[in-house]
T-cell receptor, first 115, second 114 residues
Framework: GDSVTQMEGPVTLSEEAFLTINCTYT??????LFWYVQYPGEGLQLLLK?????DKGSNKGFEATYRKETTSFHLEKGSVQVSDSAVYFC??????????????FGKGTLLTVNP | DAGVIQSPRHEVTEMGQEVTLRCKPI?????LFWYRQTMMRGLELLIY????????DSGMPEDRFSAKMPNASFSTLKIQPSEPRDSAVYFC????????????FGPGTRLLVL
C-alpha cells in the first residue's frame, strides 16, 4: 500500500538557518503530494502541495519539488524564523479515480527554531 | 468562516466509560474525516464520510468505536467502553473537494483514559 517516510527529527535550528526536511514515498502511479504543518495546540493545516512530477509547491517561503525519479518531496526554506517552530507532516493522496480520497501521512518532524 | 469545530477540547475519563467526541465541519464541505494521533502510530485515518454516508471505515480499530453523521453539520465519534490505549488526540477534518487532497482540520480533542 501507499506509505510516506520522513526524517523523524527533532530538528533544532537557529533563526535564519537553512531548513531541509526529507520525505520519500511509495505509491503506484502518480500520487499528489502535500506538506501539512501543525503549530502547538492546533490542528494540521495545508502548507503546500504538488500534483504532478516536477511541480514545485511553495508557500510562506517554503518550497518542495515533486521528484518522481527519486520518489521524493523534500521541504526546504532558505531562512527559518522562530515562528516556523511546529511539526511538519508529509502526505500523499493516491491517484485520482474510484473513491480514493484518503491522505497517507508520514510520522511528522518536529522543528524548533531558536532565536 | 469559523473553521472546523470540535468539542470537547479535552476529555479525561475512566476506563469503561463511554466517550463521545463531536465535530462540526465547515459549511458546504461534503467530506468529513476522523483521525487519531498518537506518538507511537502517528496520524491514522479512522473513517470518512461523503454527503453524510460512511465511505471507508477500515481504520476503525474495533467494535468499541463507532461514528455517525446524522446531518451535514454534525458528526460524532463514540468509544464504548473506553480503554487506556484509546488515549490520543482525535482530529476531525472536512473537505470541499477531497479529490484535491486539501483537508481542513479542527483543533482536536485530547482524550485521556485512566
Amino acid at each position: 500500500g501507499d506509505s510516506v517516510t520522513q526524517m523523524e527529527g527533532p530538528v533544532t535550528l537557529s533563526e535564519e538557518a537553512f531548513l531541509t526536511i526529507n520525505c520519500t514515498y511509495t505509491a503506484t502511479g502518480y500520487p499528489s503530494l502535500f506538506w501539512y504543518v501543525q503549530y502547538p495546540g492546533e490542528g494540521l493545516q495545508l502548507l503546500l502541495k504538488a500534483t504532478k512530477a516536477d511541480d514545485k509547491g511553495s508557500n510562506k517561503g517554503f518550497e518542495a519539488t515533486y521528484r518522481k525519479e527519486t520518489t521524493s518531496f523534500h521541504l526546504e526554506k532558505g531562512s527559518v524564523q522562530v515562528s516556523d517552530s511546529a511539526v511538519y507532516f508529509c502526505a500523499l493522496k493516491g491517484e485520482s479515480g474510484g473513491s480514493n480520497y484518503k491522505l497517507t501521512f508520514g510520522k511528522g518532524t518536529l522543528l524548533t527554531v531558536n532565536p | 468562516d469559523a473553521g472546523v469545530i470540535q468539542s470537547p477540547r479535552h476529555e479525561v475519563t475512566e476506563m469503561g466509560q463511554e466517550v463521545t467526541l463531536r465535530c462540526k465541519p465547515i459549511s458546504g464541505h461534503d467530506y468529513l474525516f476522523w483521525y487519531r494521533q498518537t506518538m507511537m502510530r502517528g496520524l491514522e485515518l479512522l473513517i470518512y464520510f461523503n454527503n453524510n454516508v460512511p465511505i471507508d471505515d477500515s481504520g476503525m480499530p474495533e467494535d468499541r468505536f463507532s461514528a455517525k453523521m446524522p446531518n451535514a453539520s454534525f458528526s460524532t465519534l463514540k468509544i464504548q467502553p473506553s480503554e487506556p490505549r484509546d488515549s490520543a488526540v482525535y482530529f476531525c477534518a472536512s473537505s470541499l473537494d477531497a479529490s484535491m487532497g486539501t483537508q481542513y482540520f479542527g483543533p482536536g480533542t485530547r482524550l485521556l483514559v485512566l
